[in-house]
Antibody
Framework: QLQLQESGPGLVKPSETLSLTCTVSGGSISSISYYWGWIRQPPGRGLEWIGS???????YYNPSLKSRVTISVDTSKNQFSLKLNSVTARDTAVYYC?????????????????WGQGTLVTVSS | SYVLTQPPSVSVAPGQTARITCGGHNIGTKSVHWYQQKPGQAPVLVVY???DRPSGIPERFSGSNSGNTATLTISRVEAGDEADYYC???????????FGGGTKMTVL
């Protein structure tokens, strides 16, 4: 059974870089069938897509965050990672890693069928 | 940029039918997915591609999509259905994944 687990610091100082890793188990991140993504949710608010990556390196980013975000994949470790720089209090959120749907079927490609449990990252000095 | 609009809240009595809308320009031309999120939990996909259900999701959950509105319908509502619900699409014109603002469904 596919499982995703986020890891990283729960507290980041303003202006610094938020770094998270998602470890995938029960399946290969090198699968040709899926994109892998990051989604966040500020406390008490809605979901916001950050970006998604394919094992080969194809990446899509949320235009509103693109200038500050880097998503990468490490197939040897079956992990993908998020870096968000120049963080402020507005970046405080639960961060989820996720798997999208079958990339070969256009209308399924961007659904999210597996989610990590989420990790709260607080930006504060 | 493309925007998805959901009502902030809906209330429904047990056993009744809840309808949660998701508005967007020509959303009927897009594939809409719906998620249920209970407090402290990750979202769960309940309807995909407008009207299909993942395995394990009760038949009480259904969806439709036409024109400028997609709708998630929950029949015979139960107390356990109380949750936030989000619609989601991929906007191919901007290569951007979008969520609606979410609807909090309260079971009276």
């Amino acid at each position: 059974q596919l499982q995703l687990q986020e890891s990283g610091p729960g507290l980041v100082k303003p202006s610094e870089t938020l770094s998270l890793t998602c470890t995938v188990s029960g399946g290969s991140i090198s699968s040709i069938s899926y994109y892998w993504g990051w989604i966040r949710q500020p406390p008490g608010r809605g979901l916001e897509w950050i970006g998604s990556i394919y094992y080969s390196g194809s990446i899509y980013y949320n235009p509103s965050l693109k200038s500050r975000v880097t998503i990468s994949v490490d197939t040897s470790k079956n992990q993908f990672s998020l870096k968000l720089n120049s963080v402020t209090a507005r970046d405080t959120a639960v961060y989820y890693c996720a798997r999208h749907g079958d990339v070969t079927i256009s209308y399924l490609r961007w659904l999210v069928d597996h989610w990590g449990q989420g990790t709260l990252v607080t930006v504060s000095s | 940029s493309y925007v998805l609009t959901q009502p902030p809240s809906v209330s429904v009595a047990p056993g009744q039918t809840a309808r949660i809308t998701c508005g967007g320009h020509n959303i009927g031309t897009k594939s809409v997915h719906w998620y249920q999120q209970k407090p402290g939990q990750a979202p769960v996909l309940v309807v995909y591609d407008d009207s299909d259900r993942p395995s394990g999701i009760p038949e009480r959950f259904s969806g439709s999509n036409s024109g400028n509105t997609a709708t998630l319908t929950i029949s015979r509502v139960e107390a356990g259905d109380e949750a936030d619900y989000y619609c989601q699409v991929w906007d191919s014109s901007s290569d951007h994944l979008l969520f609606g603002g979410g609807t909090k469904m309260t079971v009276l």
